[in-house]
Nanobody
Framework: HVQLVESGGASVQAGGSLGLSCSYSGWTLSPHCMAWFRQAPGKEREGVAAVYAFGGGDTYITDSVKGRFTISQDTTKNITYLLMDSLKPEDSAMYYC?????????????????????????WGQGTQVTVS
């Protein structure tokens, strides 16, 4: 069955770094794109980063984390990574991995200017990141 499993969440001090991983399996064909979202208590879910699942090409990084977060894809292992540097307390949230098969949804997510749509079909359970 389809699985998206996030790992790597932890409590870190401000200024530190953390790497999240999302391992996905259970599909005959690979998703078209993968993304990371986050949600802090009392706030709406926010799109953080997105990448085409075949690797390479454009990526989407939300403005608040540009220059600090990097999304990457290992196409041989079906793992999507989110490397987070210079972490701030406002980065604290539950981080979710998401997958989507629709090309138009993926193009919209990665190519658009402004907040990324959360219109992804498959979601993981989340991993907690706390920055203090």
């Amino acid at each position: 069955h389809v699985q998206l499993v996030e790992s790597g969440g932890a409590s870190v001090q401000a200024g530190g770094s953390l790497g999240l991983s999302c391992s996905y399996s259970g599909w005959t064909l690979s998703p078209h794109c993968m993304a990371w979202f986050r949600q802090a208590p009392g706030k709406e879910r926010e799109g953080v980063a997105a990448v085409y699942a075949f690797g390479g090409g454009d990526t989407y990084i939300t403005d608040s984390v540009k220059g600090r977060f990097t999304i990457s894809q290992d196409t041989t292992k079906n793992i999507t990574y989110l490397l987070m540097d210079s972490l701030k307390p406002e980065d604290s949230a539950m981080y979710y991995c998401a997958a989507e098969f629709s090309g138009p949804v993926c193009v919209d997510a990665i190519q658009r200017t402004g907040p990324m749509s959360a219109d992804f079909r498959y979601w993981g359970q989340g991993t907690q990141v706390t920055v203090s």
